[in-house]
């Protein structure tokens, strides 16, 4: 099992960037894929971007592709998402979630474990 709690949510100008951290409890973390997701109010959940166990492979929405980066540092049981040029239509609440195994996917049900989630609001 694992715990995961994010961090870094705030109110910033469009064209700013932000940097969200994940940060997992437990001694099994490189057993876990995560992702980002992010809910806007009124819309569904939607995928963000996904890190491989190892972080060799990740994956990308095509409405943050060449804006946001996922990275993960497992000696620190941490996931990071760096956002930069962000855009109004970026605000949402995010998530962290984490699937056992190695398979990278964007559908949310497949995922284990999730956080409480971190408020990011972009104004224009």
């Known amino acids: 099992q694992v715990q995961l709690v994010e961090s870094g949510g705030g109110l910033v100008r469009a064209g700013d960037s932000l940097r969200l951290s994940c940060a997992a409890s437990?001694?099994?973390?490189?057993?876990?894929?995560i992702g980002w997701f992010r809910q806007a109010p009124g819309r569904e959940r939607e995928f963000v971007a996904a890190i491989s166990r190892s972080g060799g492979s990740s994956y990308y929405a095509d409405s943050v592709k060449g804006r946001f980066t996922i990275s993960r540092d497992n000696a620190k049981n941490t996931v990071n998402l760096q956002m930069n040029s962000l855009k109004p239509e970026d605000t949402a609440v995010y998530y962290c979630a984490a699937r056992e195994g190695i398979v990278l996917t964007t559908e949310g049900a497949s995922y284990d474990y999730w956080g409480q989630g971190t408020q990011v609001t972009v104004s224009s």
């Open positions: 437990g001694r099994t973390f490189t057993r876990y894929a």
